[in-house]
Nanobody
Framework: QVHMIESGGGLVQAGGSLRLSCTAS????????VAWFRQAPGKEREFVAA????????KYADSVKGRFTIFRDNAENAVYLKMNSLKPEDTAVYSC?????????????????WGQGTQVTVSS
């Protein structure tokens, strides 16, 4: 069982930035691909970004491309999501998910372990 914990959410004005962190308990975290998903009230969960276990592949949703960056620090057992130029439509609960040897997958069912999520609210 891999325990995932997100942090870094909060309230920010439009145009601002946040950095989300996702830390894992797994000793072999470097063999896990990780993705960020988000869900806004009344909407379906949607893919945001993913990074492969080797960190050689990253993938982004079109809605965040050029504004968000996903990266990882395996020494810290962590994956980060740097979010710039935030918009009110980015408001959602952001969750990270991990799957063994995943390489940038954008489908939720490809990931076995999920965190509880962190709220991001962008005011206009």
């Amino acid at each position: 069982q891999v325990h995932m914990i997100e942090s870094g959410g909060g309230l920010v004005q439009a145009g601002g930035s946040l950095r989300l962190s996702c830390t894992a308990s797994e000793r072999f975290f470097s063999t896990y691909g990780v993705a960020w998903f988000r869900q806004a009230p009344g909407k379906e969960r949607e893919f945001v970004a993913a990074i492969s276990w080797s960190a050689s592949i990253t993938k982004y949703a079109d809605s965040v491309k050029g504004r968000f960056t996903i990266f990882r620090d395996n020494a810290e057992n962590a994956v980060y999501l740097k979010m710039n130029s935030l918009k009110p439509e980015d408001t959602a609960v952001y969750s990270c998910a991990a799957g063994r040897y995943r390489a940038g997958n954008s489908v939720p069912t490809e990931y076995n372990f999920w965190g509880q999520g962190t709220q991001v609210t962008v005011s206009s």
